[in-house]
């Protein structure tokens, strides 16, 4: 669906994107993590054609990034912004004509969307009179009205309350299952878990990684088990370090060399092994194991 | 150009819908006539409900004559200056005007006493009725009887026609050209300012509330900057429309109602005391001058003026809303678009009205800065042909040119925040490729 190929683009003395390559497969959704200021926002920008790359090229369905493009894309912005005076009906109205939708069509899917997020009450009231959580969804309908195949979110649950952050998480998985291809910028990462199919994570205007969840996890492997022995028979080894609870003990135990069948062979020595559990590291954890090392090295 | 459609409808709409667009549109026009309407109620009130009022005059040449009207009678007395003070502080008199011996060559001396200042239209009534009186008897001292003097007066009035290359002669007058081009520069200077400053306004909401972002993933920034002027070019002029149309039926009515109730007499005292009178040949002579005003090319001249202007100054304004923001922060950016206006707007005055086709003014009329009001107020006067063509040409190139240079400030500044810019960087913005 996207493809961007190296990327670069610097302001002044600061670069913002070094020779990012990124490949966005149909149907999915993309979680592009970074921390604040790390270069996803100009990316972004740039693919919403609001900015030029220096250098590098941008291809949707393997076409350099052209005009044409912009009623492919749905965008919603980290820092949202409605006409404070309009009222939602029209202003929902104005974006949608703006992304090339026709006045009939635009109305209709208006109708229908208010209508589905139980909003149709809200049409004709001021977005100052709404309250942020309302605007925040008025926002959302307007991202994505026209149909886009590409759809760009950033920070899409900031300023939601639980209930309609788990409205607008069902909209996100049924618009991807219908096909959409969602590209989700977010530094929160228990949403990236829940949600994106691949990452990729940039730091300090380089890409460190990419890949699906499961082949980043995969890569950061620390090779620690987690182990808990039911009364154990022999003394365990102090440097082990463990937590005695009861009958049971727990403790972990990185591979050092071993294959996880030897390791289970070595502790069934010990009693009986109640738990032998591979320590998968969340991606909040990598992420921030990712910004320090490049931060440090 | 669908979507600078779109742009300039939400701009227009958003605006012309608002409540506070129809109360300005509808009550201003109501000022001018509700003003008049005021003077002209208090002008007549004061004269029915006024009582008459009567000044002691101590003449003591035993010389002097003045004719009572309506509002002052003059009682004539030999009593003593003191005397004479005595009855203003009583009360029962509303004035005294003491006239001591006086020499006709160098009269001096001459003094009103009242409770309260005296009003512009008695003191030049005594005076005028003085100074005739002191003039005619010096003429009979000198031998001539003011009887021939005035038979011998004679008035000339300069009849000034204009001559174009075809030999069509049209008879002009300074005074209506003058007024034309001092109301169609005022009004030109204050559209820019006022709609100018909306722009402006409207471009730092939609950066500041960050809407900006989501509009330039739709369109050109371009599109958006350019939607955004000619939109409220609209409400413009739609405002200026509305006001003509109103000021027009409410001053002919509100003339019309008030000039029933106030008797011709009276509206002519009202003027001042010396006055030349206007006699039905001079009021002919007016229609004839505006009869002869080519109002077709002045009406033309207006409107592209007025909107050249505009679009010239508005991409200035909008370039500057870009760059910061918040509108307190506008300021240090304003100076150049406002010392140009300014300067115009002075020289309007000063030597485009006086002299329509001195030097001076010919340069601010083809500067386009300063062109959309000089050369309004050089338009009725007349203008060669070369030079209007001249200076309609430098006004569309100024525009062009602000508008790239805004075009390339505001596609920057629009994204910007949080940073303070200097005209460094602005300068760098308008350098930068992209």
Redesign the interface.
Known sequence: MLETRNLNKTYGLNRALTDINLKVPKGVIFGLLGPNGAGKSTLIRIINQIIDADSGEVLVDGQPLAPKHISLIGYLPEERGLYKKMKVWDQMLYFARLKGLSQQEAKKRIHNWLAKMEMSTWKDKKIEDLSKGMAQKVQFISTIIHNPPLLILDEPFSGFDPVNAEIIKDQILELRNQGTTVILSTHRMESVELLCDQVAMINRSHKILDGTIKEVKNSYRPEVFRISIDQPTLPIPTEWAVQTDGESVHFTLPLSGKTPNELLIELMNYGQVSNFQEVIPSMEEIFIHQVKSTQNG | MD?IW??IQ?EYL?RVK?KSFLLATLLTPLIFPAIMAIFVWIAVEEKENQSLRIIEVVDENKLFFMESSQQYAFSFSDSSPEEAKLLVQNGDRYGFLYIPKIDLKNPQGITFYGEENPSMSLVSYLESSLKKKIEDQRLYDSGIDPQILSDIRTSVDLKSITLNQKGEEKVSDATVNYAIGFLAGILIYMFIFIYGNQIMQGVI??KS????????????PFQLMMGKIVGIAGVGLTQLLIWIILIGTLTTVVTGILGLQMPQEQAMELAQADMIQTDNSEFAEILQVIAGIDFISIISSFIFYFLGGYLLYGALFAGIGSAVDAPSDAQQFMLPVTVPLIVAYMGLFVFVLQDPNSTTSFWLSIIPLTSPIAMMGRVSYGVPFWELGLSMLFLILGFLATTWLAGKIYRIGI?MHGTKPSYKTLWKWIKSS?
Request: aromatic letters at 0%; hydrophobic letters at 40%; glycine letters at 0%.
């Open positions: 979507k779109l742009v939400r958003s608002k909401e939609e509330s960050r809407i900006v972002e989501i509009l330039v993933s739709s369109l050109k994204l992209n």
